[in-house]
C-alpha cells in the first residue's frame, strides 16, 4: 500500500509517446495545438499592439492562420470520426514541443515575440512532418504534409508580412521605439544613478579616508553611503513616475537601474579601502574615480549623445571639485 501510494504520482504524470498516438489523436493533438498557438499570437498582438503596430498586424493574421488551420483539422476530423473531439493536448505526449506562456516572454519586445514565433513555426513544422509520416489515411497524410509546408513556406504569412514591414521601413521605426524604451527604462536612470552614487560619495569617503587615516573605517563609511544611496535613489526613480504617461517604462525597472547603479558607483572607490596600508588603497580609490568619470562620459556620449568633450567637462569637472572637497575637509 505504501509503495504504491509513493509510485502513484509518478505513473499519474506519466505520458503518452508519439509513436501509441492513433490518427484521431493525432488530429486531436494538432487541432488543440492550433487553438493554443492562435491564442499565443493573439496575445502578443495585443500585447504589442500600442508601441509596435505593424508587427502587431503580423502577429493578428498569424493568430488567424492558426484558426484556419484548427477549421480544416476540424472538417477532416468531423469527416473521419464524427464531432467528438478526444481531449488531448502537448503535454500529455512525451517528448512533444511546448509553448512558453506570454507572462514568460515579457517584456514583449518586438525582436523576444518574432524569434518565439519562429521557434514556434519550427516545431510547429516538426510536429507536422511526424505526424504525417505516421497517419494511413491519405485525405489525413495529405492535409498534415500540407500544414508542414505552411508552417515552412516564403508564402506564409509570417513570412510574407515580416518581409512587407521591413519594405515599408516600419520594422526599422519599431526598432527605433524600442531602443528608445530602453534608453528610457534602463540606460537613462541607470546613468543617473551612476552619476549620483560615483560623484555624491566621493566628499564623505575620502573625508573619512583623511580624517581618520583608517582603511576599515573609511570601507565601512563608503559602503554605508553607497547602499544608502542606492536605496534612496532607487525609491526616487521608482515613486517619481509611473511610466504610463510619459513611456519611460516599468516603475520598478527604473528604480532597480538607479539603485543598483548608485549603489556600484559608490562601492567603487570603497572597497579598495578593503587593502590595509591607507597609501595603497588611496591611490586605487582616486584611479578607480578616474575610471568611473570617464566611463560616465562614455556613456552619456554613447547612449544619450551628448557631444563627448562637454559630458568629459561636466562630470570630471564636478567630480574632481567634490573630491578636492573631501580631501580638504579630512585634513582639516
Request: a negative charge.
Amino acid at each position: 500500500m505504501l509503495l504504491s501510494r509513493f509510485a502513484r504520482p509518478f505513473f499519474n504524470n506519466a505520458k503518452r509517446a508519439f509513436d501509441s498516438l492513433s490518427e484521431q489523436e493525432i488530429l486531436a493533438l494538432a487541432i488543440s495545438s492550433e487553438e493554443e498557438d492562435a491564442r499565443i499570437y493573439q496575445t502578443y498582438a495585443d500585447g504589442l499592439r500600442d508601441e509596435f503596430p505593424a508587427s502587431a498586424g503580423v502577429f493578428d493574421e498569424m493568430a488567424a492562420e492558426e484558426h484556419e488551420h484548427r477549421r480544416l483539422l476540424l472538417e477532416l476530423h468531423q469527416k473521419r470520426f464524427g464531432d467528438t473531439v478526444p481531449l488531448i493536448r502537448r503535454e500529455h505526449v512525451r517528448g512533444f514541443y511546448e509553448r512558453k506562456p506570454d507572462w514568460l516572454v515579457r517584456p514583449l519586445g518586438v525582436e523576444n515575440v518574432r524569434k518565439q514565433a519562429v521557434a514556434m513555426e519550427d516545431q510547429a513544422r516538426r510536429f507536422y512532418l511526424q505526424a504525417a509520416q505516421s497517419a494511413r489515411d491519405v485525405s489525413t497524410r495529405k492535409l498534415l504534409g500540407d500544414l508542414a509546408e505552411a508552417e515552412t513556406s516564403h508564402m506564409s504569412l509570417a513570412g510574407k508580412l515580416t518581409d512587407a514591414i521591413i519594405d515599408s521601413g516600419a520594422v526599422d521605426e519599431e526598432a527605433e521605439t524600442e531602443k528608445r524604451k530602453f534608453l528610457l527604462t534602463y540606460i537613462q536612470p541607470g546613468l543617473a544613478g551612476l552619476m549620483d552614487g560615483s560623484v555624491s560619495t566621493l566628499a564623505p569617503v575620502f573625508a573619512a579616508a583623511f580624517a581618520t587615516k583608517d582603511t576599515w573605517e573609511t570601507f565601512l563609511i563608503g559602503l554605508a553611503a553607497s547602499i544608502g544611496a542606492g536605496i534612496s535613489m532607487g525609491f526616487t526613480e521608482a515613486l517619481s513616475d509611473d511610466g504610463k504617461l510619459t513611456g519611460r517604462g516599468s516603475p520598478l525597472k527604473r528604480g532597480l537601474a538607479s539603485g543598483v547603479m548608485t549603489t556600484i558607483g559608490g562601492l567603487g572607490h570603497a572597497l579598495p579601502y578593503l587593502i590595509s596600508d591607507f597609501w595603497t588603497a588611496t591611490w586605487i580609490a582616486g584611479i578607480v574615480v578616474v575610471i568611473e568619470l570617464w566611463a560616465i562620459a562614455w556613456i552619456q556620449n554613447r547612449y544619450m549623445e551628448t557631444p563627448f568633450f562637454r559630458a568629459a567637462l561636466q562630470v570630471v569637472l564636478g567630480g574632481a571639485l567634490v573630491l578636492a572637497a573631501g580631501i580638504l575637509i579630512g585634513n582639516g
